[in-house]
């Protein structure tokens, strides 16, 4: 299954995504990780990223597609994919349409996780994150669960750099809701709920 989680910052996609991959097996695809990882080695991707991500805007279109292609094509995406923030605005949706057609594949949903607001700048300046494995956590876990890692603030959960993000999610995300009703793949969870209520209704509304 191919799978495009949609929502705000701090909706809960990676969650969700956790979860998935851990039941499921699926291939978890989070360009956030990915930029991050990059940023962490030391590329010269990585740096080309770091200040459009501290400041909370999004990274120029050509930084994200490669990564997301080179991925796709791995073995571990054959067998399903979950895309957790990607694509992010209309001009990468349409890149993601036509690659997966070169490759004769399709998405099968397009999952928003729809937060309000003021629940978000809650949770984000809350949140803890797996320097390794990129883990998300609240605040008051300090040792990764799953590798041990350490964890940390990541410097775009600040609040004034957290107001930014909603703000371009709203200009340049949302538009992918109208995008993916029109492709008949939109499916809705309301996601300020429990972790586990919320991904109950995600694998019905799946189908899985
Ligand atoms: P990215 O890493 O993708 O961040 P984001 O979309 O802002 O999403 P988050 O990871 O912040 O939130 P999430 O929805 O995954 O929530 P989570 O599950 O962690 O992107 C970062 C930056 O990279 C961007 O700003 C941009 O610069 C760049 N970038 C990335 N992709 C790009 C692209 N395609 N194009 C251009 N630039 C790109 O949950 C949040 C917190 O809430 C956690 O603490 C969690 O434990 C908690 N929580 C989750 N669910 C619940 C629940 N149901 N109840 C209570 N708490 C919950
Ligand atoms: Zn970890």
Redesign the pocket.
Known sequence: MNIVLL?A???????QAQKLVAEFGFAHI????L?RAAIKDGSKLGARAKG??DS????P?AL?IDLVKERLAADDAQEGFIL?????NTS?AVVLDSELADMGRTLDAALL?DVEPDVIIE??S??RTCRDCGY???AGVDVCPRCSGQMYQRD?DKPETIQQ?LDVYQTQTAPLVEYYKGHSILKEVK?D???DE?YADVKALLGL
């Open positions: 929502g910052p701090g909706a809960g996609k990676g969650t989070s360009t956030g990780d930029l459009y991500m909370g805007k999004l990274v279109d994200v957790d923030g990607f694509p992010r990468q996780v949770r984000l809350s949140r998300t956590a609240p775009d993000r996601g709920r429990p972790v919320v």
